[in-house]
């Protein structure tokens, strides 16, 4: 069956400017993650989405980063005022329910100019 | 310190040759530990879990030692599709993972 999907698979964008990159889970999901992942490093932690609230929020850098899941399916991760420092791979995962494996998404690469 | 430390390598392995590295890990209350594979530009796959008891999966072997607060995975008889980053992972309460930095083996002809 489909994977995880995430679109842009890339992502250009200037300093300062706003972007949104969106997650596609699994279907029948109800766990939903983001991870930031920068060159050498392995993936950080952002938050952790249950249905469509956020139950864990606590790896989001600062409030510049937002995420939604308003219908408890597709995530959108929001970045105001970027940074170059923002620039990394933005990973998605799924799970059935929160005890489950975690399944990645491929991945958006934002490069911030 | 990170909460996840692993040696970065490379690891240059000899084809049937074995490997093994280990992590370390700082959080005593991490309950649940993972060796996930990575290969370059692409999204993590998870290899095995790891139980305290130890635990195999073919050519590859997982080992929690709990008072140390290290994990380890031995590949045996490697093959060249053996190359890849390893992400070693904690879970503490609820579903948060916490990868260390990753181990990166090469496995050469």
């Known amino acids: 069956g489909a994977g995880v999907s995430q679109t842009p698979s890339n992502k250009v964008t200037e300093k300062g400017k706003y972007v949104e990159l969106r997650c596609d889970p699994i279907?029948?999901?109800?766990?939903l993650y983001w991870y930031r992942q920068s060159l050498g490093q392995g993936p950080e932690f952002l938050i952790y989405f249950q249905g469509t609230g956020a139950a864990d929020d606590s790896g989001l850098p600062n409030d510049r980063f937002f995420a939604v899941r308003p219908e408890g399916s597709v995530s959108t991760l929001k970045i105001q005022r970027t940074e170059r420092g923002d620039s990394a791979v933005y990973l998605c995962a799924s799970s059935l329910t929160w005890e489950n494996e975690q399944f990645f998404g491929p991945g958006t690469r934002l490069t911030v100019l | 310190r990170k909460e996840v430390e692993q040696d970065p390598g490379p690891f240059n392995v000899p084809e049937g040759a074995t490997v093994a590295f280990n992590c370390t890990y700082s959080?005593?209350?991490?309950?649940?530990f993972f060796w996930y594979r990575q290969d370059c530009r692409k999204e993590p796959k998870l290899l095995m879990s790891?139980?305290?008891s130890g635990n195999e999966d073919g050519r590859f072997t997982a080992q929690l030692n709990r008072a140390s607060q290290y994990i380890s995975l031995l590949i045996r008889d490697s093959k060249l599709s053996d190359s890849a980053t390893y992400l070693c992972v904690a879970r503490a309460a609820g579903n948060k993972l916490t990868f260390g930095g990753g181990t990166r083996v090469l496995v050469k002809p």
């Open positions: 279907s029948g999901h109800t766990a």
């Open positions: 959080n005593s209350a991490s309950q649940s």
């Open positions: 790891v139980y305290s």
